[in-house]
């Protein structure tokens, strides 16, 4: 449906950043919608949108710092006059108007939508833009999603959710922002795990099976460790995890490749070290 009152779009869903305006933090804040669609075919998502979506006034060459240069292949003479707000970028996909990355950007890739912001307070224009576009995925548009909000400044997450009808509630003005917040706090908890015994990563990583119960499929602790975390759905994991140490272990931390194995094994997991004991 071709979409002529940006107004009415923006209107009917509050701005997607509204929780973590409710303390002080200079960002930058991301929403991160996660999706399965190739970085291609997210690309040609948005380039439908843009050009056969959107009204065609208020339209204008992005040239601002030699974006035409830097388009990527999608990127053809109709598609380079993008709505005011996002053109272009190398680094980031697509960036505010004017190259302006303190107010906004999206990035597009393998799995990932990703809505980004820092400090600066964004213009009606660019809520109205990303108010569509969140607007084509509540629809369903990119099929079934999970999402995180996630606070740069502060590495902390502020709202997450597993499924479209997650997201609506979220995004919809109706929905009661106090009820949210109880339930994100409930969702992204602290897990605290006493691994001060341990007397390396492998052992650390068996005092962590073992605090969240664990199903033991594979001999080597960190590598079963690593298929519960990437093969669990992500309602079904602790979001939030700080382990005590020794604080012997606090040494060879840095050195150690075992440590990032278990960081990596999912993205959407926030751990933290101490060696205290």
Same mark, same amino acid.
């Given at each position: 449906?071709?979409?002529?009152d ?12 509204w ?8 960002g ?5 919608i ?10 040609e ?7 056969t ?21 999608l ?7 993008l ?18 990355t ?5 990035l ?24 569509m ?17 996630f ?29 949210l917040?109880?339930e994100?706090?409930r ?8 691994? #001060?015994? +341990?007397?390396?990563?492998? @052992? /650390?990583?068996a005092?962590? &099976?073992?605090?969240? %119960?664990? =199903?033991?499929?594979? #001999?080597? +602790?960190?590598?079963?460790? @690593? /298929?519960?975390?990437g093969? &669990?759905?992500?309602? %079904?994991l =602790? ?11 606090g ?10 194995r278990?960081?990596a ?13």
């Amino acid at each position: 449906m071709l979409v002529t009152d940006l107004a009415q779009a923006s209107q009917s869903q509050r701005d997607w950043d509204w929780i973590w305006r409710e303390h002080p933090s200079l960002g930058p804040i991301y929403l991160k919608i996660f999706v399965d669609r190739t970085s291609s075919e997210l690309k040609e998502w948005f380039a439908n949108i843009i050009t056969t979506r959107l009204p065609q006034d208020n339209f204008y060459p992005c040239l601002d710092n030699n974006q035409y240069a830097i388009a990527d292949d999608l990127q053809t003479e109709r598609q380079g006059r993008l709505y005011q707000v996002y053109c272009p970028d190398k680094d980031y996909g697509y960036v505010a108007k004017s190259g302006d990355t303190s107010t906004g950007w999206i990035l597009l890739s393998d799995g990932l939508f990703c809505l980004g912001r820092n400090y600066h307070t964004p213009n009606f224009d660019q809520q109205s833009i990303d108010a569509m576009l969140l607007a084509a995925i509540m629809a369903g548009e990119l099929g079934e999603i999970s999402w995180d909000l996630f606070d740069g400044d502060y590495v902390y997450f502020e709202a997450t959710g597993d499924g479209l009808e997650s997201m609506r509630n979220y995004l919809d003005s109706n929905s009661d922002p106090d009820r949210l917040r109880q339930e994100f706090s409930r969702m992204l908890f602290v897990n605290d795990v006493d691994a #001060s015994s +341990a007397n390396n990563a492998q @052992e /650390a990583a068996a005092l962590i &099976t073992h605090h969240f %119960q664990v =199903p033991i499929t594979k #001999s080597e +602790a960190i590598a079963n460790l @690593e /298929a519960w975390l990437g093969t &669990t759905a992500i309602s %079904q994991l =602790p979001r939030y995890v700080t382990v005590k140490l020794p604080r012997r272990l606090g040494n060879t931390y840095s050195e150690d490749l075992d440590y990032p194995r278990i960081i990596a094994a999912n993205s959407r997991i926030l751990w933290r070290w101490s060696f205290n004991g």
